[in-house]
């Protein structure tokens, strides 16, 4: 078990310019989530998969983020077009089943500037 | 829309003093319940959690937390607090019910302890 890991750890880019964040889960975790965090608040939820399947995506998402889990492994968040408004820590997390611990990665830094 | 509340937002204390955080949720169905630790640098951490039984679990680094269903609660306690304790502690929800499941974060706590 060598936990959740996200890559890159920072990131910073352009305004206008596309993203693309890295998350492997635990190994046999079935489930991924993606979740964002800004300063001084909560962890937020983005979406989820359960193995490859997109189950549910928040309203958060934006027509600009994207999500992929191709082979029901490793996922990939996506952000097109940055907006300062995207600088935040992008978590990512997994689990076994629904009602288990959600485990977290150590997360991935954006800065739009 | 369940939400979860966090009363205190900073507390600061002295080591060896005691400590109680607040966390109310709102949510009327079967819950599983979380305490999440952030150190200053790391990622976020299981402190304890409750998902069935006796309502008063304990976690690691002696805290321990009591679910109070009837109040919608799940208060983290720790007798004496320690400076390493120094951290950001968020209570979070994941309902059983109603299809998906997802964590839901209160906005968080910052602890600081004093020497």
């Known amino acids: 078990d060598t936990g959740v890991s996200q890559d890159p750890r920072h990131k910073i880019t352009k305004r206008g310019q596309n993203v693309t964040f890295r998350c492997d889960p635990i190994s046999e975790h079935n489930r991924l989530y993606w979740y964002r965090q800004t300063l001084g608040q909560g962890p937020e939820f983005l979406t989820y998969f359960q193995n490859e399947a997109q189950l549910e995506k928040s309203r958060l998402l934006s027509d600009r983020f994207s999500a992929e889990r191709p082979k029901g492994s490793f996922s990939t968040l996506e952000i097109q077009r940055t907006e300062q408004g995207d600088s935040a820590m992008y978590l990512c997390a997994s689990s076994y089943h629904r009602a288990d611990t959600i485990y977290f990665g150590e997360g991935s830094w954006l800065t739009v500037v | 829309a369940q939400s979860v509340s966090q009363h205190n937002h900073h507390v600061i204390l002295s080591e060896a003093a005691s400590l109680e955080l607040g966390c109310n949720y709102s949510y009327g169905g079967t819950v599983n319940l979380f305490w999440y630790v952030q150190y200053p640098g790391q990622h976020l951490q299981l402190l304890l959690k409750?998902?069935?039984?006796?309502?008063l679990v304990k976690g690691i680094k002696g805290f321990e937390a009591e679910f109070i269903k009837s109040k919608f609660s799940f208060n983290l306690r720790k007798p004496s607090v320690q400076w390493s304790d120094t951290a950001e502690y968020f209570c979070?929800?994941?309902?059983?019910?109603?299809?998906?499941?997802?964590?839901?974060f209160g906005t968080g706590t910052q602890l600081k302890v004093e020497l």
């Open positions: 409750y998902f069935s039984g006796d309502p």
């Open positions: 979070a929800v994941n309902p059983l019910t109603g299809g998906g499941n997802k964590l839901t």
